[in-house]
Structures are given as C-alpha cells and as structure tokens.
C-alpha cells in the first residue's frame, strides 16, 4: 500500500484481515486516514457507501462511530432508499483510533518512507515479441509489478502493490499567486512517482480540490448564529460496535452576504481559478466560493456551516467557504459576516493541484489494464471524499489479497477477482462509472449515480454484502454472526405480519383515530404496514399482540424493527427493481473481452468504434454504459455475437 489515507487504510486492512501479508508504505505515521479537508464522514450517497464498507468487514464505520461529535440521518423528508447517515469526527482522536486499528491488525505492517519509483518487470510470454489475439491485433509484452523502490534506497517486492497516494502526486497548493508543492498544508509532494508509472503506458492528467479557513472559536459570536444539534438516536454507521461515546457538539449556520461578495470579487484577479495559474479542474459538487460568485451571480448570499473539529480544540472549519484567494482578501471577506467580525484564524484555505491516472485503464478489480499486479484506489482515480476513496480500497484490498493467494478462513482463496454490481452495492456504481465513463472532473457519489437506489439504501448494506464478505473470509464470524441473528429477526417479523388475521371491529377505531380509512373486509397485518400513513409505532399501540413481537427482537430492537418495516412497506417496488435489474445482469453475463476487432467493425458508429476500442468493456452490459455507444450498437453487436 502507496498512501496512508482513507484508501491506504482500508485497502490495507482488507488485505491483511484475508491472510495476506501486507506493508503500508506513509509518509508520516501521526497522520494516518488524516481528514485533509472536513473532518466528517458520510452525506448524502456517502453514508451508504461508508456502511457498505462496514458490512464488507472494514473499518470506516467502527472508527467514525468511536469518534464521532455530531449525527444526523440526511434525507429524512424523502423515502428510505435515499437516507444517509453522516458524522462530524473529532480530527485528531480520528486519527489515533484508526492508528490502533493498524497496530491490532494481524499480518500488517507500517513503514514510515516515501515512494520513488515503481518496479516492474517485463516478460513475452511463449518467447515471442507479441502475442496475436482472437482479433488479430497485437498485444504488447507483458508487464508485471514487482514492488516500490523509495527515495531512502529501500526495495520493497511484492506481489501486488496499491497505490493510494491521495493529493500528493506532484502536489502543488495555491494560496492567491502564491504557489508551494505539496500534498496537504505543511505536508511535502511526491515529485518522480508519477513518471515512473506513466512511462509504461499509463495516462495521467492533473485535477484540483481545495479546502477551507480554518477559524478560533474563541472569536466567533455565536448569538449571531443558527446552532444545528445533532441526533440522539440510535443511529450509528457500523453494524458493530457502541453508540458514540463522545461528547457531542453543535454546528453553527450564517451566511454571507453582498458586502463579502464585493470585498471576495475584489480579488478575483489575484485568484488562482481565475487568472490562468490553476489549468486543472475542480470539484462541480464542492465549488470554492469564488466560483460560487461567478456562477451564480444573482444570489445575495450562500449558505455557510461552522463546523467542530473535535472536542478538545478551538479549531473550527467553515464548511462552503473553500478558496484559494490571497489571505487577506479571504479574511477581510469574512469580517463582513456579522458572527465573524472580529475572526481569528489558525489558517487560510488553499486549493491544490495534482496527478491522478485515468481510471478506465482499470479493470472491475481496480487492477490495472496495462501493469498486472499493480492497483490503484481513490483520488488517485479521480474520485473526491473519503468514502469514495474508502470503499475503491476495500476493493482493491481484497483482490490484490486474492492475487497474492491469500488465506480466508483455513483455506487458499480460489476467487480469482472480487467485483460488486451496480445493484449490489454504490461501491459498484461508483468503480463501474469510473473504469466505464472515465472521469474529466473529482468524482462524487450521489444516490441519483445508482438506477437501483431502492435496493442499496443504508439499512440493508449488511443484507447485501455481509455474508459475501464472511466467504471471503474479510468479514469475521462474530460479524456473520451478528448479521444472522438480525436476519433471523427480520424473517420472524415478515412472517407475522404476513400471516397474523385483522377483524375490522377490532381496530377500526384505532385506524380512524390515526387518520387512516376503515377497514370493510378482514385484512392480514402486512395490508396495514402498507399504509403510508401507519407505521411499526403505530401499529404496535393498535395490534398488542404485535407490540408483544417487537418486544421480544433480541439486540437492536429499533434496527431491526426499521429494517422490517422497510421491506415490508416498499415491498412491491423492491421486487420491481430487482426485476429490472436481473433483466440486465443478462447483458452483463455476456463476455465480449478480445471477441471484437473494434476499429473494423463496420456495423457500428465511429463514435462507438473509438469508445469501446479505448475502454475494452468486459461484458455488452458495461458496454451499453459508456457514453456513446447507442442501443442500436448495442443491438448490431448482440446480432454479430449471434454469428
């Protein structure tokens, strides 16, 4: 592992948790899954990918739970299928806990070096120079890693390596025209580890994030602003562990206004973004504030969120207010936002340019297309966040473990890869888009990304992936076990409901107290939880024999009681969906790997021809994905395969 962030971290421990012996090669080990920019995890279509990452036996989730100062479940106003879960993290205690879940894992080490050059080997396989494919064309001579070599002379040889290196590779921050390399403030790039992997064939491009200042709470006037609490509930992101045992705190809301747009405007030619100095490009979804103005021009102020950065420092972050204008152009900016007249800041924000490697080189796997061995996983790829860069690690993890022959269990692991579809799970979305579409902007996961949102909402990750992840052997007996009895639960739950007898005289009174219709007929108790209008709490008042089930659930009475009535409610469209998305995994069985010469193939448009041809999709599924190629090609080619 090439990185000690959110990726490194849980690519890291997936490895070695299948049996895998496995080295994290950081930088820096105090700041291991450092939070480079809001120390919070989850968000909308983030939370489900943190909780999917739980489910397949990572960490993300027990350390955020362990950490965590703030939760809200996000998106309560709408349908199951699109809550999210999200937590502010205290920084520095994230840190640490994520240090102690290293140091505990078996089989795992860290060496603290920096990265210079990846080793790789070339062989022609039947000693010959090239080898002739099914198409006829030629394919290049077979590259192999073989290990990292760092700038203190150390040799490290592996079977497969991940990348994971972050914002780091040749790294460079802008703070107006000023400009510094770097990877992370005050933290050095990784200059030549870049060219080492593009002169074998790899292509590279430069993106750019930024993050915001970084202010004293001691100078804030807090009457000045909107307090935001958090939840109490029994919500939390792991399927494991405790409730949060922090402290937990508020966030704060303000605005700006038209003098901060004016004083922010002033020094647009100073910007970064603006004067010609950063070529690269931004997040769309996490814009710096100047481009705010510049995009929206007619709004008269933007939402601002202060944020804790943890339960023992003044140090709090300004959640929309990313910039990489001069300093003092962003502090006079923020004097003119009545809560933050007298502002005192730890330091300004900053955006950063850097390298990462065009993702459709990549197969499912995250295995590299060009360097068999060698995997890469979050920004690296392209994507922005930590989950995105959490969820691409645990994939790469597990399937650079299964390349290395790892042990699951009491046994050799005979899968040769292991690859999530798009209905299986948002990490399946979110490395199907990125090695299918590619990326020309940071990648961030949103639920409207996935078609199938209803099967992959955040209740039922474990549902989805837990016992994949047990066969595995990534995701321990007492996980397994601990999804089981859940199971269990749920069934028992459906099964009453499915089967227990509702007399009209019994609990009409009820329904109408609860401004639900009467019923005429007798109905079974799954008719009632139905109703959009009643739920589990409701009906427990109404029905005692069913207050009588749920009290007796083992653990986790509220999880598994939501869990049921989700199922239970959307049950018609989650079978709808699941139709929908059987029907496509009839394309995705069909291999078209090395059985089509694309530049020759007539029955086609040229856009296809150059799309499929740059993208080499592995199955006519994935290759209806990419944009460009029509249904109608689609069609030409199902006819062909025919043949």
Not at 127 to 145: A, F, L, N, Y
Request: hydrophobic share 35%.
């Amino acid at each position: 592992m090439i990185g000690g962030g959110h990726a490194g971290c849980e690519a890291a421990t997936a490895s070695a948790n299948m049996g895998a012996k496995t080295l994290l090669v950081t930088m820096d080990m105090n700041k291991i899954a450092q939070m480079s920019c809001n120390p919070a995890v989850g968000g909308i279509a983030k939370g489900q990918i943190v909780r999917e990452i739980d489910a397949l036996g990572g960490q993300m989730g027990l350390v955020t739970d362990a950490t965590a100062i703030q939760f809200r479940m996000l998106n309560r106003s709408k349908g199951p299928a699109v809550w999210s879960p999200r937590a502010q993290c205290d920084r520095g205690k994230f840190i640490w806990k994520w240090r102690s879940v290293l140091d505990a894992t078996p089989n795992l080490d860290i060496w603290q070096d920096q990265a210079d050059e990846l080793l790789v080997e070339e062989s022609v396989p039947d000693g010959s120079s090239t080898i002739e494919s099914k198409c006829g064309t030629q394919s290049p001579i077979r590259k192999q890693v073989v290990g990292v070599k760092t700038i203190w002379g150390a040799e490290i040889r592996a079977k497969a390596v991940i990348i994971t290196a972050g914002t780091f590779l040749n790294g460079l921050m802008h703070i107006g025209r000023k400009m510094v390399p770097g990877g992370r403030i005050a933290e050095p790039a990784v200059p030549h580890f870049t060219e080492s992997i593009t002169r074998h064939g790899i292509r590279s491009a430069r993106m750019k994030t930024g993050t915001p200042v970084r202010i004293d709470k001691r100078s804030i006037h807090f009457e000045d602003m909107e307090r935001q609490d958090g939840e109490n509930g029994y919500y939390k992101f792991s399927y494991l562990g405790e409730p949060r045992p922090l402290q937990q705190l508020p966030c704060w809301v303000c605005y700006t206004n038209p003098e901060v747009h004016q004083t922010l405007l002033s020094g647009l030619d100073d910007s970064p973004l603006y004067n010609g100095q950063i070529q690269s490009i931004g997040p769309r979804y996490c814009p710096s504030i100047e481009t705010k103005l510049v995009t929206f021009p007619e709004r008269p102020q933007h939402l601002l969120f202060l944020e804790p950065e943890g339960e023992d420092t003044n140090e709090m972050y300004l959640n929309g207010f990313s910039s990489s204008l001069p300093m003092d152009v962003q502090i006079e900016a923020l004097k003119k936002i009545p809560a933050l007249r007298d502002i005192k800041v730890y330091r300004p924000g900053y955006a950063i340019e850097y390298d990462f490697f065009d993702p459709t080189q990549l197969k499912h796997s995250l295995e590299s297309k060009v360097i068999s061995g060698l995997f890469m996983a979050g920004q690296v790829n392209g994507t922005t966040g930590y989950e995105e860069a959490g969820g691409q690690g645990t994939l790469a993890g597990i399937n650079a473990a299964l390349m290395a022959g790892s042990v699951c269990g009491d046994s050799v692991a005979t899968t040769p890869t292991f690859e999530l579809k798009r209905d299986e799970a948002y990490i399946g979305v979110l490395i199907d888009d990125l090695v299918t579409k590619g990326v020309d902007e940071p990648y961030r996961m949103f639920t409207s990304r996935a078609e199938y949102r209803i099967l992959l909402r955040q209740d039922d990750a474990d549902a989805r992936l837990t016992e994949k992840a047990y066969e595995l052997g990534i995701a321990k007996r007492d996980r397994y076990d601990w999804w089981i009895e859940k199971k269990e639960a749920i069934e028992r739950i459906e099964e009453f409901c499915r089967t227990y007898a509702i007399k009209p005289k019994l609990v009409n009174g009820a329904l109408e107290a609860a401004g639900s219709t009467p019923l005429v007929y007798g109905c079974k108790l799954e008719d009632l939880v139905a109703r959009p209008e009643l739920n589990f709490e409701k009906l427990q008042e109404i029905v005692p024999a069913f207050r009588e089930v749920i009290e007796q659930l083992p653990n986790r009475k509220e999880e598994i009681a939501e869990a049921a009535e989700i199922h239970i409610k959307y049950k018609g469209y989650i079978e709808r969906e699941r139709m929908v998305a059987e029907k496509m995994h009839r394309l995705e069985n069909i291999k078209i790997k090395g059985k089509f010469d694309y530049p020759n193939l007539t029955a086609i448009s040229t856009e296809a021809r150059q799309k499929l041809e740059k993208i080499q999709p592995e199955t006519l599924a994935q290759a209806s994905r990419i944009p460009g190629v029509s249904p109608s090609d689609i069609n030409a080619m199902l006819v062909l395969l025919g043949r």
